[in-house]
């Protein structure tokens, strides 16, 4: 099919969720584990963050290029890591450094699609932690269309070096996501 209105390559357009009242998205807005239900996405996740598929996500085949899901996975972990009091991104926070990326793609997106991006923490050290996330269209069930994982390590402002994950930061990873400490 052809999306004549957009100009590209129609790839997904899933019908409505008609069956239940449906939740108003709030775009780049902190959406919190009873709006995750709500909108389909299962436990464990209890932290997401919405946004629309926009035309400069797309590639030359018309469904979202693969560099876009690591940009929303970097829009997403800005505001969850300040609700987890690892950071507030002052002069005097640490630098948040990703060691590692992995993504595994399930699913084409096309343009238009609302999407959800929920990620968790899984497991964490002293300066550094694992971060699972993954990235959803909503509905009654809703479809997971992108998994993976960080690494993030925390270093001194300075880079002088490592920077201990805050008390507080390792308390809402530990309670909020059930992460390990290893």
């Known amino acids: 099919e052809y999306d004549a209105r957009h100009g ?15 939740t108003t998205l709030a ?12 909108l389909g996405i299962p436990a464990p996740w209890t932290f997401g963050l919405a946004d629309r ?5 797309l590639d030359a085949l018309g469904h979202v290029n693969h560099t876009a899901y690591l940009r929303w996975v970097e829009s997403f972990r800005l505001p969850f890591l300040k609700a987890r009091q690892v950071t507030d991104y002052g002069p005097n926070a640490p630098r948040l450094v990703l060691k ?9 997106m096309g ?10 923490v899984s497991r964490f050290r ?10 959803w269209l909503p509905g009654e069930a809703a479809t997971c269309t992108a ?15 490592r920077y201990p994950i805050p008390d507080a930061g390792r308390d809402a990873f530990a309670t909020l996501d059930g992460a390990v400490a290893d």
């Not at 990326?101 to 699913?107: A, I, K």
């Not at 343009?111 to 968790?120: N, P, S």
């Not at 002293?126 to 990235?135: A, D, H, L, W």
């Open 147 to 161: 998994q993976g994982r960080t690494i993030v390590v925390l270093l001194n402002r300075d880079g002088s070096g």
């Open 100 to 108: 590692e990326v992995t993504c595994t793609y399930l699913m084409e």
């Open 27 to 38: 775009y780049h807005t902190p959406l919190p584990e009873g709006t995750l239900r709500d």
């Open 111 to 120: 343009l238009g699609l609302d999407y959800v991006v929920t990620g968790r």
């Open 53 to 57: 598929v926009r035309f400069g996500e």
């Open 8 to 22: 590209v390559p129609l790839i997904l357009r899933p019908e409505p969720d008609t069956s239940r009242p449906m």
């Open 126 to 135: 002293n300066t550094s932690f694992t971060m699972e996330f993954g990235v």
